[in-house]
Structure formats: structure tokens, C-alpha cells
């Protein structure tokens, strides 16, 4: 296996875009892949919330998680990924439109919380030992909704999809992803690599023999990026391929933005109020008007109840 050029060797690009997933293919065999940069959209979300570092960091490595799965959908509704187990923190989750707009909130003990190093924590001493992770597309309209389970093995999150890539019958698929804290901005970069199917029904054995060495250099190639180069936001994604994948020949495509959006408004939180019955208004209304409060953007909103005459039309 040949070794990375040296920075002598390096094509000079313009400057690194950030928030962004790029589409990539290895000339040399059927790998197609993603990069993911991620930097002021994630300050974005975190911001939000308040939530202390550990909390931060995994919502942090679940939004860029789910904006690579993402990437490789094609659909027009949302595509979710939860975390839930009995652990100090019961619940996170992080969704993405079909616009790449993600957000991401969690459900914690802020007092067991505390008490973990995220540093050095696996994932269960977070999550608890009966934790999962959800994948979970959602078309919109009449379409059937999927669901994929795995349940929590690894210290981070691109381990846990590992465990799930190698238990599914999808196509191969391995990742790596990190999470860094670059003063006191979050950042999260990562590189996903999926070896496609071939086109012939009938593969001869030769093909098919070359196809997994590809597979095996390619997943050994990506295994070499290092923490640093996944999260400089100085580093153009093009020249992290460069360095990478020089010998298999990269192609590239033109990269697609990341925005953090919210879908909550005053409209649904007026249909989801108009199924309760009126007790359970009467129960949540202050001097007139129910507060609620958006847990994805921490939107708060002061919502007059519905009458009886709505709730009947």
C-alpha cells in the first residue's frame, strides 16, 4: 500500500468551504463517498440549548452522524437518528430535511451527567445498557416509513453505525467521524465510504475479487485520517481526498450546503392542542395562554387554548 504524498504533492485549492456534505467517487473502482464539514451551523444548534459539554459533545457527533446517513437517501421527507436508553441521558436526536436543514436536542440528568468524562466514557455509561440507536426515514405523504434498530456498541457513535452497517443487508458502508472543540466553538468533520453495487447481474469471479481489494484498500486508506484533518477547518475537503485517495483517482461534485432549520410552529402546536381534551387545557393554561416550548430551537411559544367550538369544527 502506497503511503500519502507529501504536502509538496498537494494540489493547491481555493479556500475550504464549511457546512457543507461532498459527494466523491474513486475513479479506480464502485466507491462512492461523502465528506462532511460542519462548523457554525453546529455552534448554532448547540447554542440553543445550554446544555453542559458532555451533552454538547454527543449532540455534536449525532447531528454529523446524521448528516452523512442522510446524504446517501433520496427522499423529500425527513430522515431522523435517535439515541434512547436507561442511562443519564435517556434521549437524543438529531433530523435532516430533504434541504440538509438539521437539528438536534437531547433529554439528560443534568446530575449524573456531570459526573462523566466524555473523553473516556463509552457510550452506554451514557446511554445505559438497554440503548439503541434508531435510523429512521420518513418519506412524507402516503409512503411507508422505514426503521433500522441496532443497539449501542463502541465508544462513539461511527462505531455504533459500524455495528449496525455490518448487521444490515445494505451495502457496505464504513465511516469515520470526529467531533473537536476548537476554542469554545464545536466543530465536526467526517468521511463515508460505500462500496456500490455492480451494474452486470452476472459478476465473474475476477471482477468480483478485485472489487473487495478496492473495498479493503480503500476502507485501510480512509482509516489512515487522522483526528486533525477531519476537523482543521483550514483543510479544503478537496485536498483531505487528495491526500487520501490520490492513487485511486478522486472525482468530486459540486458540495451541498448545511443549514440549521426548525419546522415547529404556532400552526402545529394549534392542531396537536385541538386533540386534548378540555381538562388537560384548563390543567396547562396561565392567565389565558399555554406556554410551550419548542425542544429542538428552544423557541418559546404563548398559545391562546382552543375554545369548545374549535375543538368540535
Same mark, same amino acid.
Given at each position: 500500500?502506497?503511503?500519502?504524498?507529501?504536502?509538496?504533492?498537494?494540489?493547491? &485549492?481555493?479556500?475550504?468551504?464549511?457546512? @457543507?456534505?461532498?459527494?466523491?467517487?474513486?475513479?479506480?473502482?464502485?466507491?462512492? #463517498?461523502?465528506?462532511?464539514?460542519? #462548523?457554525?451551523?453546529?455552534?448554532?444548534? @448547540?447554542?440553543?440549548?445550554?446544555?453542559?459539554?458532555?451533552?454538547?459533545?454527543?449532540?455534536?457527533?449525532?447531528?454529523?452522524?446524521?448528516?452523512?446517513? +442522510?446524504?446517501?437517501?433520496?427522499?423529500?421527507?425527513?430522515?431522523?437518528?435517535?439515541?434512547?436508553?436507561?442511562?443519564?441521558?435517556?434521549?437524543?436526536? +438529531?433530523?435532516?430535511?430533504?434541504?440538509?436543514?438539521?437539528? +438536534?436536542?437531547?433529554? &439528560?440528568?443534568?446530575?449524573?451527567?456531570?459526573?462523566?468524562?466524555?473523553?473516556? +466514557?463509552?457510550?452506554?455509561?451514557?446511554?445505559?445498557?438497554?440503548?439503541?440507536?434508531? &435510523?429512521?426515514?420518513?418519506?412524507?405523504?402516503?409512503?411507508?416509513?422505514?426503521?433500522?434498530?441496532?443497539?449501542? =456498541?463502541?465508544?462513539?457513535?461511527?462505531?455504533?453505525?459500524? *455495528?449496525?452497517?455490518?448487521?444490515?443487508?445494505?451495502?457496505?458502508?464504513?465511516?469515520?467521524?470526529?467531533?473537536?472543540?476548537?476554542?469554545?466553538?464545536?466543530?465536526?468533520?467526517?468521511?463515508?465510504?460505500?462500496?456500490?453495487?455492480?451494474?452486470?447481474?452476472?459478476?465473474?469471479?475476477?471482477?468480483?475479487?478485485?472489487?473487495?481489494?478496492?473495498?479493503?484498500?480503500?476502507?485501510?486508506?480512509?482509516?489512515?485520517?487522522?483526528?486533525?484533518?477531519?476537523?482543521?477547518?483550514?483543510? *479544503?475537503?478537496?485536498?483531505?481526498?487528495?491526500?487520501?485517495?490520490?492513487?485511486?483517482?478522486?472525482?468530486?461534485?459540486?458540495?451541498?450546503?448545511?443549514? *440549521?432549520?426548525?419546522?415547529?410552529?404556532?400552526?402545529?402546536?394549534?392542531?396537536?392542542?385541538?386533540?386534548?381534551?378540555?381538562?388537560?387545557?384548563? *390543567?396547562?393554561? @396561565?392567565?389565558?395562554?399555554? =406556554?410551550?416550548?419548542?425542544?429542538?430551537?428552544?423557541?418559546?411559544?404563548?398559545?391562546?387554548?382552543?375554545?369548545?367550538?374549535?375543538?368540535?369544527?
Amino acid at each position: 500500500m502506497s503511503k500519502k504524498p507529501t504536502e509538496e504533492t498537494i494540489v493547491d &485549492f481555493p479556500l475550504p468551504s464549511d457546512n @457543507i456534505v461532498q459527494t466523491f467517487q474513486l475513479e479506480s473502482s464502485s466507491i462512492r #463517498g461523502r465528506v462532511l464539514k460542519i #462548523g457554525s451551523v453546529l455552534e448554532e444548534i @448547540i447554542q440553543k440549548h445550554g446544555y453542559p459539554e458532555t451533552v454538547n459533545y454527543l449532540i455534536a457527533e449525532l447531528t454529523g452522524l446524521s448528516l452523512l446517513l +442522510a446524504s446517501i437517501l433520496k427522499y423529500d421527507g425527513v430522515f431522523t437518528l435517535q439515541l434512547q436508553g436507561d442511562g443519564p441521558i435517556s434521549m437524543m436526536v +438529531a433530523d435532516v430535511d430533504a434541504d440538509n436543514g438539521v437539528r +438536534a436536542c437531547a433529554t &439528560f440528568d443534568a446530575d449524573k451527567v456531570a459526573e462523566i468524562d466524555y473523553k473516556k +466514557a463509552q457510550l452506554k455509561d451514557f446511554f445505559g445498557e438497554k440503548s439503541y440507536l434508531a &435510523f429512521t426515514v420518513d418519506p412524507g405523504g402516503d409512503m411507508d416509513r422505514y426503521q433500522g434498530i441496532v443497539s449501542l =456498541e463502541g465508544a462513539s457513535l461511527s462505531e455504533a453505525a459500524d *455495528h449496525y452497517f455490518q448487521q444490515s443487508e445494505q451495502l457496505q458502508t464504513t465511516l469515520k467521524l470526529k467531533v473537536k472543540k476548537l476554542g469554545k466553538s464545536w466543530r465536526a468533520g467526517g468521511i463515508m465510504i460505500q462500496r456500490m453495487p455492480l451494474d452486470s447481474k452476472v459478476v465473474q469471479e475476477e471482477v468480483k475479487e478485485s472489487g473487495d481489494e478496492d473495498w479493503s484498500r480503500s476502507s485501510i486508506l480512509l482509516g489512515t485520517v487522522t483526528d486533525e484533518e477531519l476537523t482543521d477547518p483550514r483543510l *479544503h475537503e478537496n485536498t483531505l481526498l487528495t491526500r487520501l485517495f490520490h492513487e485511486e483517482g478522486v472525482r468530486v461534485y459540486t458540495p451541498e450546503p448545511i443549514i *440549521h432549520t426548525c419546522r415547529c410552529s404556532e400552526r402545529k402546536l394549534d392542531n396537536v392542542l385541538a386533540t386534548l381534551p378540555l381538562e388537560d387545557l384548563e *390543567h396547562i393554561t @396561565i392567565d389565558g395562554k399555554i =406556554e410551550i416550548k419548542c425542544e429542538f430551537c428552544s423557541k418559546i411559544y404563548r398559545i391562546e387554548p382552543p375554545q369548545e367550538t374549535d375543538k368540535k369544527s
